[in-house]
């Protein structure tokens, strides 16, 4: 999935959680496997090649996780959208952008985008993309979504304790071996050698989204590399969104979404998932937790 994935185990000694991590390693492996949209070989790279041209039909668990995928993008109103893989890399974030893009060129980098041209069939298990051109990737559930299927995975062989971290996409089990709950430290986004809060977790997920290690400055204003992909600009407003609930996939959709949607529209949107709540921090610095927590 393109990202580095840290795995704590809790066990009777040390081979025994050596061979637990093997079968985490294995297990995110397979998933990367199915989803990946940069190896040629996946069910996903070959739904995106035959975009415009047929359906494809591909396993229930990549269908049922597109599914989900699109409903996130309906509640969120575009905001979320795993098609913003067709998206052409117009913004640089590496140093090398003097001057922000031409309005036209912004327009026209999302063409392919729009996960209403996503065609699902649950009775045939097949995707179709409707646009030449188009694509669909899991940068942003993938990681999660793997992190919550090892946690389950390790919950069923009996082991009591654990950490799956893809990324900053966290989901944890169970307490450390001195019967405390784990402590996740939230980074500031201003002072990075600083930690904003420490929390404590349960049996429960973890993610971040933020703007401060990737973003370009014009006229004042920061541009981070997360991008709305119905309008192809940058998200604006928030440096960074952490947000905890059951679910490390549906906690990343929601950290994603909410640095696009801003933290007015955000607090709406999650006020009706009491189960999840969040810490935003804006671009001035201020600190908005949500009030379900």
Known sequence: ????FDITIVAEDSLTS???????????VRIENLISDWKPETQISEVNRNAGIHPVKVDREVFELTRRALQFSQITNGAFDISFAAM????KFD???KEMPSAEAIKKSVEKVGY??????????????????????????????AADRCRE???????KAGIVNGSGDMSAWGKQPNGEPWKIGITNPFKKNKLLDVVTLHEGAVTTSGNYEKFVVFNGKRYSHIINPSTGYPATGLASVTVFGP??????????????????????????????HCIMITDKGKVIRSKNK
Do not use: C, H, Q
Not at 117 to 143: H, R
């Open 88 to 91: 052409d890399r117009i913004w």
């Open 1 to 4: 999935m393109g990202g580095r």
């Open 95 to 97: 140093g090398s952008m």
């Open 247 to 276: 679910s490390a996939e549906m906690a990343n959709g929601f950290s994603t979404s909410l640095m696009v949607l801003g933290s007015k529209a955000g607090l709406v949107l999650l006020k009706k998932y009491p189960e999840y």
């Open 18 to 28: 050596e061979k637990y991590i093997d079968t985490v390693i294995a297990e995110i």
């Open 153 to 159: 995975m390790m919950l069923a062989k009996g082991v």
């Open 116 to 145: 209403k041209n996503i065609i699902l069939d649950g009775v045939s298990s097949t995707i179709f993309l409707k646009l030449e051109g188009m694509k669909i990737g899991f940068g942003a559930l993938g990681e999660g979504y």
